[in-house]
């Protein structure tokens, strides 16, 4: 943490291309400022630092910082509108005769570009601007080769034949670049593929996560790239099998084709009695809780392993397993309010397609959702160190041994 003495060094400094002033918390101001110093274009391989409540010319607003204001200012992380995710961290309040200042730290991304709402910013000398496409080939170039994630890694052997190019022009790419990009935009495929990390231009194929999302066979190149759902007549794995279905294929279309079998297949709904006159609909599964932890085995998963995801479904719970514990940062002891990211660019994509709303949210909320629909909470086995487990159980009024009723709160 910076001390008081750096603090008004940094203020005074009014020319880095490290430093941005500003007075403004609103996210069209916050997000590009961290885009730009995240891209951290001069290359200095060190943090750049917004300041919070401080004039161009480098004099403090006289600004005063409430708590709603330093939750929002952490939020530009999470929000999912800065991509791929930066590291950033936010300072306690510096307090000044003539205000207060608040001091964003943002660390350089190894997976530049990043992008705001779909724009590269960048920092040239004392300004801040929107990099062009050779700028961009640029960041793309200086990918720390050091710093890759399985799904960063190229895919060897695969071309682009392997892929599917109208998956990524037509779908993906006016999701992730704005419109005024686009027309702008005379760059190859291979180059568009390769600023948002689907493609490495010096060794000329795929990287994991450009087959994973728009492969034409994710598994001849990633073995356990798909979702096994398994029912079974029973509680345990030697009832009998009553259906089962394979889920494979590209994850941009895949996905699709996974909720809709949650929504459609496992989430029943009927009506239920209650201590009123009136009926209630009741549901044996919250369909969002299911979908937050489908989707979370989707962004967490070992992408190295050959095992799949599995989805297994009994009479009284239902089970998400999938390859790789818990990655990084994230610990029993914090789990599962920290997080981060085995695959950062599988991440970046779910945000992208409209999948995730917000990072770190997902798991909380399949359990706030468990609650309300009166499931209980889930059960997370924690202690499998190359799996992730949890077992959602069912619905009271579905058990076998319950009575079909469900209380009014239901």
Not at 189 to 200: K, M
Not at 369 to 392: C, I, M, Q, R, Y
Request: include cysteine; glycine fraction near 6%; aromatic fraction near 10%.
């Amino acid at each position: 943490m910076l001390t008081e003495e750096q603090v008004v060094t940094l203020l005074a400094d009014l020319e880095s291309d490290w430093i941005e002033r500003t007075i403004s918390i609103k996210e069209d101001k916050l997000g590009p400022a961290v885009c730009a110093l995240a891209n951290d274009f001069p290359n200095h391989r060190r943090p750049g630092y917004v300041l919070l409540g401080v004039l161009d010319d480098g004099s403090l607003a006289g600004h005063t910082w409430t708590d709603p204001e330093l939750a929002a200012i952490g939020g530009v992380r999470s929000n999912g509108n800065v991509l791929p995710q930066p590291s950033l961290v936010v300072s306690p309040v510096y307090k000044f005769a003539a205000g207060e200042v608040v001091v964003v730290e943002v660390r350089p991304s190894p997976y530049p570009p990043v992008r705001y709402d779909g724009r590269c910013w960048i920092r040239i000398g004392p300004r801040r601007a929107k990099a062009n496409p050779e700028e961009e080939r640029m960041l793309t170039e200086k990918r720390a080769a050091h710093a890759k994630t399985y799904d960063l890694v190229p895919a060897l052997g695969a071309t682009l034949d392997d892929l599917v190019p109208d998956y990524f022009r037509s779908t993906y790419l006016p999701a992730a670049i704005d419109r005024d990009t686009l027309r702008e935009n005379g760059r190859t495929l291979e180059e568009q593929l390769a600023s948002l990390r689907f493609y490495d231009v010096k060794l000329c194929c795929p990287t994991h996560a450009g087959i994973l999302l728009f492969g034409v066979n994710p598994e001849f190149n990633l073995p356990g790239a798909y979702v096994q759902y398994v029912r079974y007549a029973g509680e345990e794995m030697t009832s009998d099998v009553a259906f089962e279905k394979k889920f494979s294929g590209a994850l941009i279309t895949g996905l699709t084709a996974l909720d809709d079998f949650l929504k459609n297949n496992i989430v029943k709904e009927r009506p239920v009695r209650t201590d009123t006159f009136r009926e209630a609909v009741g549901r044996n599964y919250s369909y969002w809780a299911l979908r937050e932890l489908v989707l979370n085995a989707v962004m967490h998963r070992n992408y190295e392993s050959n095992a799949p995801i599995y989805i297994y479904e009994f009479s009284n719970r239902l089970e998400i397993l999938n390859p790789g514990g818990l990655f990084g940062d994230v610990n029993p002891q914090n789990f599962p309010n920290a997080s981060d990211y085995r695959n950062v660019v599988v991440a970046e994509a779910l945000k992208v397609l409209g999948y995730v709303n917000r990072f770190n949210y997902g798991v909380k909320r399949a359990i706030d959702e468990l609650a309300k629909n009166g499931n209980g909470p889930p059960d997370f086995d924690l202690s499998l160190v190359t799996k992730f487990k949890v077992s959602v159980p069912i619905h009271p009024a579905w058990s076998r041994e319950t009575p079909q009723e469900i209380p009014q709160e239901a």
